[in-house]
């Protein structure tokens, strides 16, 4: 879909996700790709670090800051939130080759503590995400319910970090799968019922998801989580802006990320069995 198209707003408020954004040329995605691998084989020892690496690669590879802050991404984040934008999570979202790994169907916003839905996600492919590598499903529509009930499953074999899953019932039929390139995008609604399968290919299927949210939002628990700024201005105050990567694998922006991780697990787990 061409990115500057007047339907991507009208998609995405009926649908609740736009898809395929053409984002990054090949070099582009081959470079984040390389990035995040050399990074990966220089923490292969330290697995604190390397948990870190999946849930905060734009605070710790400049090439993934610099992915946040995309004009193309800004541009279909800006769409939907105005201009003024912070990022309030980049995290990774791998699955290894023929990984039985999934991702239960959920609604985002679900347990991140925040106090409104002005957010959308970009999911960029860094690697191609086909229905047999385990692309994302949407409902088209989905979004315009309000939260529903999930269950925590802790299930060894779901990526999300309760193994949450919605408890009524989602059709299968319902859903559409959305195929990415690597390089390309889709957007979707911190309220749209989606889930994942696994990766049946001999390639890894890496996707970053970015959050991108407006300024006025918070934490209903007045903790202030880390977030960039990455586009127009910050007139509220309730996050923790970080500065950009202070280079390749910094140790300050290692314990940066630490103590985030420390704060967002009493939101993420609250309430928690
Ligand atoms: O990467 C996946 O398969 C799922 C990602 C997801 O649920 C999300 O970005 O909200």
Request: hydrophobic share 40%.
């Amino acid at each position: 879909m061409d990115r500057q198209s007047p339907d991507v707003a009208e998609a995405y408020e009926r649908d609740g996700f736009v898809a395929p954004l053409d984002i990054l040329t090949d070099n582009e995605t081959r470079a984040l790709r390389d990035d995040f691998e050399e990074a990966e084989r220089i923490l292969k020892d330290d697995p604190d670090k390397l948990k870190l690496l999946y849930s905060y690669p734009d605070r710790l590879i400049p090439s993934f800051d610099a992915l946040l802050r995309h004009p193309k991404l800004i541009e279909v984040a800006s769409t939907v939130l105005g201009p003024d934008l912070m990022v309030w999570s980049g995290a990774l979202f791998v699955k290894e080759v023929r990984s039985t790994k999934i991702v239960s169907w959920h609604q985002d916003l679900t347990y991140w503590g925040l106090d409104d839905a002005e957010e959308v996600t970009c999911w960029v492919a860094i690697s191609e995400a086909s229905e047999q590598s385990g692309c994302m499903k949407f409902v088209p529509g989905s979004h315009k319910s309000r939260i529903v009930p999930h269950v925590d499953t802790f299930s060894e074999n779901n990526l999300l970090s309760r193994g949450q899953e919605i408890a009524v019932d989602v059709n299968e039929q319902d859903a559409v799968a959305v195929e990415l390139r690597a390089g390309q995008a889709s957007m979707h609604h911190g309220h749209l019922f989606h889930a994942s399968g696994p990766n049946n290919t001999d390639d890894r299927r890496i996707g970053a998801a970015l959050r991108f949210i407006k300024p006025s939002m918070k934490q209903k628990n007045g903790v202030k989580t880390l977030v960039a700024l990455v586009a127009g201005r910050d007139d509220f105050g309730h996050f923790l802006v970080a500065p950009s990567p202070r280079g390749f694998l910094n140790e300050s922006d290692f314990v940066l990320c630490q103590r985030d991780a420390d704060r967002r697990k009493q939101i993420l787990f609250a309430g928690a069995q």
